[in-house]
């Protein structure tokens, strides 16, 4: 595991994230450090602990929840440097299906929202690691 690369980027990533925020607007609902109400209620079920606001979530749970739900679900300990960043950080916002299917529209893979071996090998064909960050950034 490139547990490196894994704190390097969820602190970058939690940099945007903020505190917690209840927006009427926002159709995420009531979410603290990029974490929603949903994801956290599933977390806490899954963990065997009582449901509770996301308002009081802990930094252990944030790092779990972001490793878990995120880090691991686009397979980013196989992603090259750079492109495991964006690649997550990207899954936080929209969540790891739409993020690594849009990785795989980008690659020329077929996108099916998981990263297996045929994404892995057209990252590795891609000729232009730089291009595909960019691409990747232009959200």
């Keep these: 595991m490139k547990v ?3 704190n390097a980027c969820v602190q970058h990533v939690l940099v945007h994230e ?3 925020v209840n927006h009427p607007k926002d159709p ?14 599933g977390y806490r079920s899954r963990m065997k602990l009582s449901a509770r606001s996301v308002a009081e979530i802990d930094e252990d749970e944030v790092l779990d929840i972001y490793y878990r739900q995120y880090w691991c679900q686009v397979a980013a300990n196989d992603l090259p440097t750079g492109i495991d960043y964006a690649v997550f950080d990207f899954a936080v916002n929209s969540g790891p299906v ?3 299917k849009f ?9 099916d929202g998981a990263v297996g071996f045929l994404t892995l090998d057209a990252i590795e064909r891609h000729q232009n690691e730089h291009g595909l960050l960019h691409l990747m950034n232009k959200l």
């Design 4 to 6: 490196r690369a894994f």
């Design 18 to 20: 903020g505190g917690f």
């Design 28 to 41: 995420g609902g009531a979410t603290n450090r990029g974490v929603t109400q949903r994801v956290y209620d």
């Design 98 to 100: 739409r993020s690594t």
């Design 103 to 111: 990785l795989q529209r980008i690659i020329g893979a077929t996108p």
